[in-house]
């Protein structure tokens, strides 16, 4: 069932609109340019839209419609969703809001109706006030947004589910500008039917998705969740949204639910080997090194650096992680002072100063990726130095768990510049807390 | 005589090398360029360097000599540094490593050599191991980064004393990609001489300087440094290294003095209103909302959103922090009724939803903003909606402290864009914390 939302041979726009800017013009747009499968703009209107023929009904349509979205005023989604039972349409996206999440008896009692009306023929929903659903496989972007206002990501491993319009926008905008693929997303707001817990189970089986990730305000089934994570073997990242009496306070303005005790959460998600982001820097973080798709196999961390302020901070911030940061033994100290300077420092950091050179940085590298004395490292690069250039990202080829830090304008133009994916920090404290998930992960 | 360090009317820079490349060549075309003063490049080698005399040595030089940058080889430091004397330059900043910090006898040897002719001259000195110093206010770069590799800060209002090199290179482009003004900044290595307490002395009574920011490892005087910022009156952030073990041990490989008990500064800090910055981040964050100039006189909160899943984000760690996030008054809320939609949340975040354009934004900031419910105000802006554009941000006019949260693609472009310096932050969490530094200031 859940694969026909991602995978259909044929969506119906529901509300295809004539009028640019409107959610029903934008999706159908979108779809018309990027789907690779049939698409039909719905609408009583039926002037052609880019030169499309419009149906007047999705019950004018002829050939099966696999995936209807729904994108018309709040009032009129029961009549539609009736048609689209008519029609045997088993798989809704309703966009639409103006449901439960306004507060209103008024919406309570619609979002009472399509359920009804959705039960009575069978369909599956995921919405309704949702931003839509989005997978990069084969063009389905049904989300209302441009890419000339929303960047969306290329090709990736990672599957998102939030809750969260807001979310899901600004999590695909933020991927496709840092370079980090995504498999799917969805967007599943007031979740009348569909829920977080479903799609960690569907995205737990989908052979796309390597890394699940979701933000979650309420959850609707919590034995259901607790279920699905269970079963699940991939890597989840979760951000919680309404921990707290505020956060709370401002969700039920938002999708209407309680946002359940947290802490209980909390601790069910430390056993079931969720790795909770904090903050937005942290999900985009932690997304950002698990595409790269290393697990590293103990806490000892080596960090390189031809900076000594950043490898001090780096050091700090590991030490307050609880990582480990041994001194090389002297066998591997002495492999490495062979091609240091004298001046540089063979502890841990290793710093190998402000002159050093592509040469130097990857010798120093190759000796310590090989060396059993490390889990993970870290390399901190002042791209500024004379002595560096771009060539270092090029050629750098490392088999352990990694993350780079290098900050500044410099590192910014180097980074846009690189084809390789590279798992790039711009500060020395996020790549080293990015490492610490990698040391967390089940096997 | 710290002023003359920064206002010399003649700065001579021994070891301006024809080189390009060379850390004399680079300090010398950045002075060449910008330096509103007389510039003397000195080298044995007289050819003219960018068509100017060059002197063999200092003593050669006709007029005075207000400051002297030395960036030689380490081992020619003692001959210059007692020509400096015998021309009678008393103010000299050392460029040139190779001292204590490589660890070595010789290293070590060298550095008491050159305190001992700086003693008997009476000559002040800033360094060694340093990557220079800098006056937006007069065009003093005496740094040797070109500004095709570090970008340097406009005229401004943060001085900032480092130990660190890495860190003085990298805040100076940072700050000036965030566009973010700088009056001062200094690299003061291994402060043989002048030391963080110095300069947090000076710029307490500089002028120009509002803000003091510094990064320290270690603490040569703890009891002048407890004194002279018991003394100071300005907003001092302060990012240390060296904190913890491992972080001291970095320390040691790299200006070679001990770390302190980081725990009892700490504690000092917090005695005396000192703003302890954790990460990178935050000391840029915590410069980013210090440099607009206000303060706030309370914890109460009012954000204001049009995308709620962030509204949730900013409130939840608002509630970590230790703010109020106050629900406004029924007298309040009646107002905001009346400019907002019936599904929009007058409660605390204030979501005037998806659809909230330029208009609606700035009458209820209008409301807020005169309010006495609030001390300040988070405004959490999705640009990516249609129905807002940059305008918004060219008519915003906040009295009270506040910060702006936009996120993605659009929002880098709008922020790159606006002339006016507003204090935006890319996560709804740092622009949270940010204000929390605004709630803690001292009167």
Chains 1, 2 share one sequence.
Not at 179 to 190: E, F, Q, T
Request: glycine share 8%.
């Amino acid at each position: 069932m859940m694969k026909s939302f991602f995978y259909p041979k044929s969506v119906a726009v529901i509300g295809a609109s004539h009028e640019e800017g409107k959610i029903g013009h934008v999706i159908f747009r979108n779809l018309l340019e990027k789907f690779r499968g049939k698409v039909y703009p719905i609408n009583p209107k039926t002037e052609p839209i880019f030169g499309q023929k419009v149906y007047p009904s999705i019950l004018d349509v002829k050939g099966d419609v696999d995936l209807a979205i729904i994108a018309v005023n709040a009032s009129i989604v029961p009549k539609v969703l009736e048609e689209c039972g008519k029609k045997n349409v088993k798989n809704v996206v309703i966009i639409s809001s103006g449901f439960s999440e306004t507060g209103s008896q008024k919406g309570i009692e619609l979002e009472q109706e399509i359920k009804n009306i959705a039960k009575s023929y069978g369909i599956r929903i995921i919405g309704p006030n949702t931003i839509g659903i989005f997978n990069s496989e084969n063009g389905l972007d049904a989300t209302f947004f441009l890419e000339k206002d929303v960047k969306k990501p290329k090709d990736g491993n990672i599957s998102f589910f939030t809750q969260s319009g807001t979310i899901g926008i600004l999590a695909l905008d933020i991927l496709a500008k840092e370079n980090i693929g995504v498999a799917k997303l969805v967007s599943y707001g007031n979740a009348i039917d569909l829920n977080e817990s479903d799609f960690i189970e569907y995205f737990a089986k989908d052979e796309k998705t390597k890394i699940i990730a979701g933000f979650i305000e309420s959850v609707r089934n919590g034995r259901k969740l607790i279920d699905v994570l269970r079963k699940n073997k991939k890597p989840v990242v979760l951000l919680k949204g309404g921990k707290t009496v505020f956060g709370s306070r401002a969700t039920s303005s938002h999708t209407s639910s309680l946002a359940g005790d947290y802490k209980v959460y909390s601790n069910i998600f430390k056993q079931l080997n969720v790795i909770e982001a904090e903050t937005w820097d942290d999900l985009i973080d932690y997304l950002r090194i698990l595409s790269i798709g290393r697990k590293a196999n103990g806490k000892r961390l080596g960090i390189v650096t031809n900076a000594g302020g950043f490898g001090v901070l780096a050091s700090d911030y590991a030490f307050k992680l609880g990582l480990e940061l041994p001194e090389p033994s002297e066998k591997l100290k002495k492999k490495l002072s062979k091609i240091l300077p004298s001046y540089a420092s063979t502890k841990n950091p290793i710093d190998i100063t402000a002159d050093a050179d592509v040469d130097r940085y990857v010798k120093v590298l190759r000796i310590l990726d090989k060396s059993k004395e490390f889990d993970m490292l870290l390399v901190i690069v002042l791209v500024q130095t004379p002595t560096l250039t771009k060539e270092l990202f090029e050629v750098l080829n490392i088999n352990k768990p990694f993350s780079i830090c290098m900050v500044g304008t410099k590192a910014e133009e180097i980074k846009k510049s690189l084809d390789k994916k590279l798992p790039i920090f711009e500060s020395p404290e996020r790549a080293v807390k990015a490492l610490k998930v990698l040391s967390e992960l089940k096997a």
